[in-house]
């Protein structure tokens, strides 16, 4: 009965973990404004949304982003310019 009661906790648990945002720094390597995304120069891309402007982004740019992963993509949520 213990052991069902960790599994069930577990269950319910991991989606919520894997919610939490993370945070990334980096220099961008490339701009998609089709795709709305951004490269960094770790080869990562992540999703822009509504309300970060590509128009402002350039590449070469060191950056600060927070995201979360959402259906399979990385999506901003916060970017901020780094020096």
């Given at each position: 009965?213990?052991?069902q009661?960790i599994?069930?906790?577990m269950?319910v648990?991991?989606?919520?973990?894997?919610?939490?945002a993370?945070?990334?720094?980096?220099t961008?390597?490339?701009?998609?404004k089709?795709?709305?995304?951004?490269?960094?120069?770790?080869?990562?891309?992540?999703?822009?949304?509504?309300?970060?402007?590509?128009?402002?982004?350039?590449?070469?740019?060191?950056?600060?982003?927070t995201?979360?992963?959402?259906g399979g993509?990385?999506?901003v949520s916060?970017?901020?310019?780094q020096k």
């Open positions: 009965m213990k052991s009661m599994i069930a906790a269950l648990l991991a989606p919520i973990s894997a919610a939490f993370a945070h990334v720094s980096g961008i390597s490339a701009i998609s089709n795709a709305d995304t951004i490269t960094l120069s770790g080869g990562k891309t992540y999703t822009l949304p509504e309300g970060i402007e590509d128009t402002k982004l350039r590449i070469g740019e060191k950056v600060r982003l995201y979360a992963d959402k993509k990385a999506v916060h970017l901020v310019p």
